[in-house]
């Protein structure tokens, strides 16, 4: 299998938006957690380009961001950032499941 590239844009959105955080807010809270888990994101990238049914790091990354954002965006209803990363990580849940569903879990 070639490059998960929806992953690691993923992860590099993430770590940008925590970068643009920092920069517009100087919230220094905001860059160690988008630099964290788009970290995260971008090791559970290369584990899928490895091999595609390595993708547990990516999905649980891809769940606990989205809750963390989810909350954010429910209590705020800021769409930008806390909406986006919202979706984007349910997207990214939604994609692996898809994936484990039609290759059948092997662990």
Same mark, same amino acid.
């Given at each position: &299998?070639?490059? @998960?590239?929806?992953?690691?844009?993923?992860?590099?959105?993430?770590?940008? +938006?925590?970068?643009? =955080?920092?920069?517009? #807010?100087?919230?220094?809270?905001?860059?160690?957690? +988008?630099?964290?888990?788009?970290? *995260?994101?971008?090791?559970?990238?290369?584990? $899928?380009?490895? @091999?595609?049914?390595?993708?547990?790091?990516?999905?649980? $990354?891809? +769940?606990?961001?989205?809750?963390? &954002?989810? #909350?954010?965006?429910?209590?705020? =209803?800021?769409? &930008?950032?806390?909406?986006?990363? $919202?979706? *984007?990580?349910? #997207? &990214?849940?939604? %994609?692996? $499941?898809?994936?484990?569903?039609?290759? =059948?879990?092997? %662990?």
């Amino acid at each position: &299998m070639g490059v @998960d590239y929806v992953s690691l844009g993923y992860a590099a959105a993430v770590a940008v +938006g925590g970068i643009i =955080g920092y920069v517009k #807010a100087g919230s220094v809270p905001s860059l160690a957690a +988008g630099l964290a888990f788009g970290g *995260l994101m971008g090791y559970g990238a290369y584990q $899928t380009s490895q @091999d595609p049914n390595n993708y547990l790091l990516s999905v649980v $990354t891809s +769940g606990v961001l989205g809750g963390v &954002m989810g #909350a954010r965006y429910y209590r705020s =209803g800021k769409f &930008m950032p806390a909406g986006l990363i $919202t979706l *984007l990580s349910l #997207a &990214m849940v939604l %994609r692996f $499941t898809a994936r484990a569903l039609n290759s =059948g879990y092997r %662990r």
